[in-house]
């Protein structure tokens, strides 16, 4: 039986980016510096692939990699060592901005920067039983400020924003044993969920980029 596969070399329109085709790569750790990194994505443009989606970068201080900040201006010049050998390719790159909640790993390269992990409650992470806060109203505003100020920053880079979905997966597994006997989630739990859902709308997710 033969299989028609002429629609993977189609390009497709992706909100305000067009894709050479529809092969894409996803998004994986590697752990390089922005201009070591940028080679590395322009080699797989190179290759032929479509759309190229980064690995996460997170945006809040307590949370992100040791020496990545994309929080702040600073940022931005990295942003455009990784994107612009992709570009050089004529493919479009969605940088990925992400809170990782419980599951994420504690900042220890600057003391200024350290604090405790981040999430809806404080349910120990399943990845590595690290017990997180629960977020309060000034950790939920400043998650939210972090998404948009690092969304922002990524767009001035020359790349789009995608905006990670472990934020919801965090939110959902940190509310499991706050239900009550109906299955119905408590009401400041949900509140919380809500507002971490607002936080993710807030990145400017559809906003103009480069590509």
């Known amino acids: 039986m ?8 189609q390009p497709v329109r992706i909100g305000a980016a067009t894709t050479r085709n529809r092969i894409y790569l996803p998004a994986h750790q590697v752990s390089l510096p922005p201009k070591e990194y940028g080679a590395y994505l322009g080699e797989r ?14 945006v809040v201080a307590n949370s992100a990699k040791a020496g990545v900040s994309p929080w702040l201006p600073e940022w ?5 060592q990784m994107v612009k050998p992709v570009h050089a390719e004529g493919v479009p790159v969605f940088v990925q901005i992400t809170h990782m909640g419980a599951s994420g790993v504690r900042r220890t390269d600057d003391i200024d920067l350290w604090g405790p992990l981040l999430a809806p409650s404080a349910i120990p992470s399943s990845v590595h039983r690290m ?13 939210i400020e ?16 995608q905006a990670a979905r472990q934020l919801h997966v965090e939110a959902q597994h940190a509310v499991v044993s706050q239900v009550d006997v109906g299955g119905r989630v408590r009401g400041d739990q949900r509140d919380r969920v809500l507002e971490l859902d607002r936080a993710q709308g807030g990145t400017g997710a559809e906003g103009e980029g480069r590509g």
Do not use: N
Request: charged share 15%; aromatic share 6%; proline share 5%.
């Open 45 to 58: 443009a190179r290759g032929g692939v479509g759309l190229i989606v980064t690995h996460g970068f997170h």
């Open 76 to 80: 931005i010049p990295a942003v455009e």
């Open 131 to 143: 017990v997180p806060k629960p977020m309060e109203a000034d950790d939920i505003a400043a998650l």
């Open 2 to 9: 033969s299989i028609e596969l002429d629609v993977l070399w």
């Open 146 to 161: 972090g998404f948009a100020t690092t969304a922002a920053h990524v767009q001035a880079g020359g790349a789009r924003v």
